[in-house]
């Protein structure tokens, strides 16, 4: 059974960095992409940033100041999160295993993260 856990939400202040971090259990995702994704309330869930084994894409909101990086030997992603906004509020998911690029959609999800910067 593949389950995905994140971990490193929390509380900030504006400008503050944080990393979050989700470890993958049930089998492997090294040749696989994992991403992440955020839901603000009242809004509908969007894609924050993915990594492949070459590189990574990011939404438009948070290129320059987020960065997702993987460690394959621990099954592992992470996203590090620099200068906060109050609009980077959200619950924060982890995902891995792309099934459609044009959609974002993955196959498997975390159970998420809040993420609250404060101003």
């Known amino acids: 059974q593949v389950q995905l856990v994140e971990s490193g939400g929390g509380l900030v202040q504006v400008g503050d960095s944080l990393s979050l971090s989700c470890t993958a259990s049930?089998?492997?995702?090294?040749?696989?992409?994992m991403g992440w994704f955020r839901q603000a309330p009242g809004k509908t869930r969007e894609f924050v940033a993915a990594a492949f084994w070459n590189g990574a894409i990011y939404a438009d909101s948070v290129r320059g100041r987020f960065a997702i990086t993987r460690d394959n030997a621990k099954n592992t992603v992470y996203l590090r999160m620099a200068s906060l906004k109050p609009d980077d509020t959200a619950v924060y998911y982890c995902a891995a295993d792309l099934i459609d690029r044009s959609a974002w959609s993955f196959r498997f999800w975390g159970q998420g993260t809040q993420v609250t910067v404060s101003s």
């Open positions: 049930g089998r492997s995702f090294s040749s696989n992409y």
